[in-house]
């Protein structure tokens, strides 16, 4: 039976997101439901969810705006220039957060949210409707216990957690009937290069050629990172990582560890913490990256 889920994602800004999104349209055993909004401009997001998924051929997903901010980040602004939120065929909800709220009361069965950015909906939904939770598994990419941005690199304040630190902690804490995480120890190593890249760059797949065409555009765009289009490897697909969670633990190693989040914005070990499920390290990177990209080629 499909795992039904929701996506919470703030793309647009990093590229990860847009890979996530295709990974998880790719999994027979998910059953996408919602894909809601978040963090800044949650309507430029909006647009380019809904391009993707009319591109995709899945206009049957509901597009949730979710809390609207100033705009930021909008690296993949120019994909989406002549696209509107009208010109999708499918549902939009204009408040996405009570979209949310109502799909997971009224699912019979228990619904995965995957969190792949800062959080201030989920933050919203928790406030608003406490009892979800227990009706709910969490995977999200959240955090940095033993490894930080790239090979060697110390412990950080992770973006999703340090953009919003009430939000991370109002996750941590609700009682979901199961919460894992997949932090920068394990998804910071996600990188396709060579022939995996290749098979993807060359495919005349739709979906892929969205995703390529938004990786050159983000990649001249981006601010925080100096990219090369053209030297045949992907950005860090941090996400995918959480998106794979959401079905599979085969090829990392599970940690049940407790832990909560500093005032800087770190996730600590903490024996008085929220118990967390934590990929901390790979079993099988390898294999994880010839998954995953088999599941992008469909």
Not at 136 to 149: A, D, I, L, Q
Not at 222 to 250: Q, R
């Amino acid at each position: 039976m499909k795992v039904p889920v929701i996506l919470d994602t703030d793309i647009g800004s990093d590229i990860d997101d847009t890979w996530a999104l295709a990974m998880l349209l790719r999994c027979p055993e998910l059953d996408l439901k919602l894909v809601l909004t978040d963090t800044s401009n949650t309507i430029y997001r909006a647009r380019v969810t809904a391009k993707m998924l009319e591109i995709a051929g899945r206009i049957d997903v509901p597009v949730g705006v979710g809390i609207c901010f100033a705009s930021a980040n909008e690296f993949q602004l120019p994909w989406v220039t002549d696209y509107q939120l009208e010109d999708y065929p499918g549902k939009v909800y204009h408040d996405g957060v009570q979209a949310m709220i109502d799909l997971i009361r009224q699912s019979i069965e228990p619904v995965t949210i995957i969190g792949i950015g800062p959080s201030p909906n989920l933050l919203k939904a928790l406030n608003i409707a406490p009892d979800i939770a227990k009706k709910c598994r969490f995977v999200g990419m959240f955090g940095s216990f033993e490894r930080g941005y790239g090979d060697n690199s110390d412990p950080v304040a992770e973006t999703n957690v340090r953009e919003d630190i009430e939000a991370a902690r109002s996750i941590f804490a609700a009682p979901w009937q199961e919460i894992l995480i997949t932090p920068l120890d394990t998804c910071d190593q996600v990188i396709l290069s060579g022939n995996q890249y290749q098979a993807i760059q060359e495919s005349n797949d739709p979906l892929l050629r969205a995703v390529m065409e938004n990786y050159r555009i983000w990649s001249e765009l981006v601010t925080w990172v100096n990219v090369d289009f053209f030297n045949k490897h992907t950005s860090t697909l941090f996400d995918t990582v959480a998106v794979y969670l959401a079905y599979s633990t085969e090829y990392v190693r599970m940690e049940s560890i407790s832990a909560s989040i500093t005032d800087e914005g770190k996730t600590v070990y903490d024996p008085d913490g929220s118990p967390l499920q934590v990929a901390l390290s790979w079993r099988n990177l390898t294999a994880f990256k010839a998954h995953l990209v088999q599941r992008l080629l469909g």
